[in-house]
């Protein structure tokens, strides 16, 4: 049997939807990790870590061991999440000011941060804050802060935009939000590492290596499955 | 100084200066001082220099504030949001001034400006469009950004509750910038939901300790 190193092929199936992403990610998050979900498609994630994962969930407005989503009696405009969502608290929850917050982060005392993009390089470099267009508006938030604090970085994201352009691109067009950050890319076509040996594909779904190679422009390693 | 009680929100905000630089706490409305916001409103000071993290969520609070165009510049991490059109609006007529800061380098700079810290530097915003004309140095291999402090002539905080020493303690994520602005401004007013009295407090639970307060104020929520 040969070892040779070769991706998981899943030909048998399409992309995967936007649940089983966030189910694919979960995957991944090692027990007992203090994790920050950014906003958007990453809150997903938390609905696949299974209870007894022992994952922290950390909110960068001032909490550990956020709880899931408030319901009904549940909901206090005090206890929020990053996205201003209304959440609940776990016991062992702690509250902090923005400073320790960011110190955490900043500190490395994060494990892994799931980050939604609008692009990654092959090298690991981040754009999701700004689109750089002339009449957007600018807003950062924590992006910046989770991009070269957390131990490791996830990106979770489609692998082509909405006109079919890839966003696991050789050189980020859009602003960056932190160089050489990402560890690990995760989409609803392959799964990726980044870094300085350049983009590693560990699996596919729904498209063979062949076919995902001829539509990105990013030279592309066979990596051995994870 | 010691702090004083204030009977009202508009005695709390007496003296303010036009072209002050203002703190303002809250992430979202989670800890924004609303009616302190809305004194400042009558209290008429304009050409400020607001620093928050958001720029203003529906009408009221710092959007108000920022609709009676008494605001020259915003220093803020995250302005644009599903309800932030207040802002926008001003913004896209050119009629106010933003300085986007990292959430965390913004909770920072206020914290060195509050703890006697000249400059600091930090790895966000290495090699990004937020670190142009900033001077980037690398350390033990990786590139750091140099800021510096930021410090208010106002603050106005939202916290839980105070006692007559003006030790604040705080609710859930109602926290956030509170702390770090009531060490950041050299008038800091704080509303609070109670004014208990002195020895009421844990002492092991305050979280901003009345040396940093000058003036409080209870403010009865409007169910």
Redesign the interface.
């Given at each position: 049997m040969s070892t040779a190193t070769a991706p998981a092929e899943h030909l048998d199936r399409g992309p995967l939807t936007r649940d089983e992403l966030a189910a694919r990610v979960a995957r991944d998050i090692p027990r007992g990790s203090y994790v920050n979900l950014g906003i958007g498609q990453p809150t997903l994630v938390a609905d696949h870590l299974p209870g007894a994962s022992g994952v922290v969930l950390h909110?960068?407005?001032?909490?550990l061991h956020m709880g899931p989503a408030a319901r009904g009696e549940q909901i206090?405009?005090?206890?929020?999440?990053a996205g201003?969502t209304a959440v609940t608290?776990l016991p062992g929850a702690a509250?902090?000011?923005?400073?320790d917050?960011?110190?955490m982060?900043?500190g490395g005392h994060l494990d892994v941060c799931v980050l939604g993009a609008f692009q990654v390089s092959a090298a690991g470099d981040l754009a999701n804050w700004?689109t750089g267009a002339a009449?957007a508006?600018?807003?950062?938030?924590?992006?910046?802060?989770l991009a070269?604090?957390a131990r490791q970085i996830f990106v979770m994201m489609t692998l082509f935009a909405k006109d079919g352009t890839p966003k696991l691109v050789p050189e980020c067009t859009y602003?960056?939000?932190?160089?050489a950050c990402v560890n690990r890319v995760y989409t609803d076509r392959a799964t990726f590492l980044v870094g300085p040996e350049g983009a590693v594909v560990t699996e596919t779904f729904g498209i063979s290596f062949a076919d995902l190679a001829a539509r990105l422009d990013v030279p592309l390693v066979a990596g051995p499955a994870a | 100084m010691t702090v004083r009680i204030c009977d009202d929100v508009d005695a709390a905000v007496s003296g303010v200066e036009d072209g002050a630089t203002v703190l303002i706490g809250g992430?979202?409305?989670?800890?924004m001082p609303v009616e302190l916001v809305e004194a400042l409103i009558r209290q008429g000071a304009s050409g400020l220099t607001v620093v928050s993290?958001n720029a203003g969520n529906g009408d009221t609070g710092l959007a108000a504030l920022l609709a009676a165009g008494r605001v020259r510049k915003m220093i803020c991490?995250?302005?644009?949001?599903s309800d932030s059109w207040v802002?926008?609006r001003l913004?896209?007529e050119g009629r106010i001034e933003?300085e986007?800061?990292?959430?965390?380098?913004?909770?920072?700079r206020?914290?060195a400006a509050g703890a006697g810290i000249g400059a600091f530097y930090?790895?966000?915003?290495?090699?990004?469009?937020?670190a142009e004309g900033k001077e980037t140095r690398e350390i033990a291999g990786r590139?750091h950004v140099l800021e510096y402090p930021i410090k208010g002539d106002l603050a106005l905080i939202g916290a839980h509750r105070a006692d007559r020493m003006g030790n604040l303690v705080?609710?859930?994520?109602?926290?956030?910038?509170?702390?770090?602005m009531a060490t950041a401004a050299t008038t800091v007013v704080a509303q609070v939901r109670d004014v208990v009295e002195t020895g009421g407090l844990d002492p092991e639970a305050i979280?901003t300790p009345g040396i940093y307060v000058d003036r409080v104020v209870k403010v009865v929520p409007t169910p």
């Open positions: 909110t960068e407005n001032g909490m206090d405009p005090e206890l929020i999440n201003k608290e509250y902090f000011h923005q400073a917050s960011f110190a982060m900043r700004h009449d508006i600018p807003a950062v938030g924590g992006a910046m802060d070269v604090g602003p960056l939000t932190g160089k | 992430f979202g409305m989670a800890g993290n991490s995250f302005p644009r949001q802002f926008d913004y896209r933003l986007v800061v990292p959430q965390g380098t913004l909770a920072e206020l914290r930090a790895t966000t915003g290495a090699g990004t469009l937020l590139a705080y609710r859930k994520t109602a926290r956030n910038f509170g702390p770090v979280v």
